[in-house]
């Protein structure tokens, strides 16, 4: 099992930057690959970013890609989103997810892969 807590949200302007960081415990924290999701009110649950179980590889969705940076210490058990150049349209509440079970034929972009969730954070931009 692995417990995810995630930190960082808040309340920014346009053009603003953020932080968030989950932080991971229980199974060894560089054996599974992480992701980011978020939940805008009224929508599905969408994918953000996706980093592999050393963080050699990530992998964007095209409306973040260039903005925000998925990154991961494994010496810390620790995953984080660097959000920069923040819109209005980023505000959501996020999650951190593990894939430690990853059916390859599946897409890292599928919610279904993903298996242990934290509780979320919130991130509201203003214009």
């Known amino acids: 099992q692995v417990q995810l807590v995630e930190s960082g949200g808040g309340s920014v302007q346009a053009g603003d930057s953020l932080r968030l960081s989950c932080a991971a415990s229980?199974?060894?924290?560089?054996?599974?690959?992480m992701g980011w999701f978020r939940q805008a009110p009224g929508q599905e649950r969408e994918f953000v970013a996706h980093i592999s179980r050393i963080g050699g590889s990530t992998y964007y969705a095209d409306s973040v890609k260039g903005r925000f940076t998925i990154a991961r210490d494994n010496a810390k058990n620790t995953l984080y989103l660097q959000m920069n150049s923040l819109k209005p349209e980023d505000t959501a509440v996020y999650y951190c997810a593990t894939r430690t079970s990853p059916i390859r034929a599946v897409p890292v972009t599928a919610r279904s892969n993903y298996d242990h969730w934290g509780q979320g954070t919130q991130v509201t931009v203003s214009s």
């Open positions: 229980g199974r060894t924290f560089g054996t599974y690959e």
